[in-house]
């Protein structure tokens, strides 16, 4: 475009109208522009050549967001994005968008850090719940006798220090969704009492007899192999297939890089600007480390990171030696992997070259469905230069 680029019309509508929703289209991306273009205020980033089917769903999760945002202030909408552009992200989307308007239940696995309530929020948001309470509890922080009353409440006298009725969680969700975290960290006998609620969809309160009917809908969440445990006899098989009914899998971070600019530059924008910093940029070296760090704590780590990382920067580009004086037990450092074991008798470095240039040729064309001119666009070579190297490789 004449006088500025997308990513400077960016900047300049977010200036006029903070609120208005923009998606950045481009077919030059790199992972700078991307994290500019989230540090910015982009909804989302979208890498050209796309399809049509994937600008739609993209558009209307804008919109959902933007509706939502506009219509209840009291939520955090914020808090109900799933950030990122990998195949992974893409199918998660696309299950909650079938899942959501469902009533079953849904069990969330996946790593720490990974998103899951995230997830489990999204899905209560774009239910016909949404306009309900959404009743989250994290089963590991609570002894077996005090989860058992925060979930089905209790009446006065039924344990020492009971000294009046209290309704339980389970209750209050009412009509809405009730959202389980670290459901695997449930005793045995809390168990045998959370199968009953989801076959019968009754309760009672602990220390009385009176059942109590509800309608909830449950969503759980484990970054443990529930299979695993129902192998070794720790989670009950009857409750696994009650819960199992519709499962998401949440990949970590270290199978999806390509979300971590975009995830590194909404982090920036966040942090810089709650703790009014004059950052604006992730340094070319930084932005490779955060991309050859395998991340065990997931987005949460890749947040906290950011954040503190922002604390000690004292100019305006994030850089390596910020995340360093973070002094952190697990410093990210990209990974050095020794490549002698590769000079075997008869190693070719044309060779290896060659199978290198023809896995990217073929990849650019499978992701351009054959079209030359677009894979010469990714590949950043011309048509003729493309053209001539398949020949050349007899492709």
């Given at each position: 475009?004449?006088?500025?680029?997308g990513?400077?019309?960016?900047?300049?509508?977010?200036?006029?109208?903070?609120?208005?929703i923009?998606?950045?289209m481009?077919?030059?991306?790199?992972?700078?522009?991307?994290v500019?273009?989230?540090?910015?205020?982009?909804?989302?980033?979208l890498?050209?050549?796309?399809?049509?089917?994937?600008?739609?769903?993209?558009?209307?999760?804008?919109?959902?967001?933007?509706?939502?945002?506009?219509?209840?202030?009291?939520?955090?909408?914020?808090?109900?994005?799933?950030?990122?552009?990998?195949?992974?992200?893409?199918?998660?989307?696309?299950?909650?968008?079938?899942?959501?308007?469902?009533?079953?239940?849904?069990?969330?696995?996946?790593?720490?850090?990974?998103?899951?309530?995230?997830?489990?929020?999204?899905?209560?948001?774009?239910?016909?719940?949404?306009?309900?309470?959404?009743?989250?509890?994290?089963?590991?922080?609570?002894?077996?006798?005090?989860?058992?009353?925060?979930?089905?409440?209790?009446?006065?006298?039924?344990?020492t220090?009971?000294?009046?009725?209290?309704?339980?969680?389970v209750?209050?969700?009412?009509?809405?969704?009730?959202?389980?975290?670290?459901?695997?960290?449930m005793?045995?006998?809390?168990?045998?009492?959370?199968?009953?609620?989801?076959?019968n969809?009754?309760?009672?309160?602990?220390?009385?007899?009176?059942?109590?009917?509800?309608?909830?809908?449950?969503?759980?969440?484990?970054?443990?192999?529930?299979?695993?445990?129902?192998?070794?006899?720790?989670?009950?098989?009857?409750l696994?297939?009650?819960?199992?009914?519709?499962?998401?899998?949440?990949?970590?971070?270290?199978?999806?890089?390509?979300?971590?600019?975009?995830?590194?530059?909404?982090?920036?924008?966040?942090?810089?600007?709650?703790?009014n910093?004059?950052?604006?940029?992730?340094?070319?070296?930084?932005?490779?480390?955060?991309?050859?760090?395998?991340?065990?704590?997931?987005?949460?780590?890749?947040?906290?990171?950011?954040?503190?990382?922002i604390?000690?920067?004292?100019?305006?580009?994030?850089?390596v030696?910020?995340?360093?004086?973070i002094?952190?037990?697990?410093?990210?450092?990209?990974?050095?992997?020794?490549?002698?074991?590769?000079?075997?008798?008869?190693?070719?470095?044309?060779?290896?070259?060659?199978?290198?240039?023809?896995?990217?040729i073929?990849?650019a064309?499978?992701?351009?469905?054959?079209?030359?001119?677009?894979?010469?666009?990714?590949?950043?070579?011309?048509?003729?230069?493309?053209?001539?190297?398949?020949?050349?490789?007899?492709?």
């Open positions: 475009m004449p006088k500025m680029d990513i400077e019309l960016l900047g300049e509508l977010k200036k006029l109208r903070p609120e208005t923009v998606i950045i481009t077919a030059h991306s790199t992972w700078e522009r991307a500019e273009a989230m540090r910015l205020g982009a909804y989302d980033y890498k050209k050549p796309f399809c049509n089917d994937e600008l739609k769903a993209l558009i209307k999760r804008a919109l959902a967001y933007s509706n939502f945002f506009d219509n209840d202030e009291s939520w955090n909408w914020e808090s109900c994005r799933l950030i990122g552009v990998s195949k992974e992200i893409k199918h998660i989307h696309s299950l909650i968008k079938k899942v959501a308007a469902t009533d079953g239940t849904v069990v969330i696995q996946g790593d720490s850090g990974v998103g899951k309530e995230m997830v489990a929020r999204l899905l209560h948001a774009n239910s016909f719940r949404a306009g309900e309470p959404l009743i989250s509890v994290n089963c590991g922080a609570f002894t077996e006798s005090l989860l058992e009353s925060e979930l089905f409440g209790h009446i006065k006298g039924a344990f220090g009971a000294i009046a009725n209290k309704k339980g969680l209750q209050v969700a009412e009509n809405g969704t009730l959202f389980l975290d670290e459901v695997a960290e005793s045995p006998h809390t168990q045998v009492r959370f199968l009953r609620l989801l076959e969809r009754e309760y009672s309160p602990v220390g009385s007899s009176e059942t109590i009917k509800i309608n909830v809908r449950f969503i759980t969440a484990t970054n443990r192999n529930l299979e695993d445990m129902v192998a070794d006899k720790t989670f009950r098989e009857d696994y297939y009650r819960l199992n009914v519709i499962p998401i899998t949440i990949p970590p971070l270290r199978e999806r890089k390509e979300d971590i600019p975009l995830l590194a530059g909404y982090f920036l924008a966040k942090y810089a600007k709650k703790q910093s004059k950052v604006v940029k992730i340094g070319d070296e930084l932005l490779s480390y955060l991309l050859d760090h395998n991340w065990p704590g997931n987005i949460r780590e890749l947040e906290n990171t950011i954040q503190r990382a604390t000690f920067c004292h100019d305006e580009e994030l850089k030696e910020d995340i360093e004086c002094g952190s037990r697990s410093p990210i450092v990209p990974r050095k992997e020794s490549i002698t074991s590769i000079f075997t008798e008869g190693f070719s470095l044309d060779s290896e070259v060659e199978k290198l240039e023809k896995n990217l073929k990849e064309l499978e992701e351009t469905g054959g079209s030359i001119t677009n894979a010469a666009d990714i590949l950043g070579i011309t048509f003729r230069q493309l053209r001539y190297k398949i020949k050349k490789l007899g492709m």
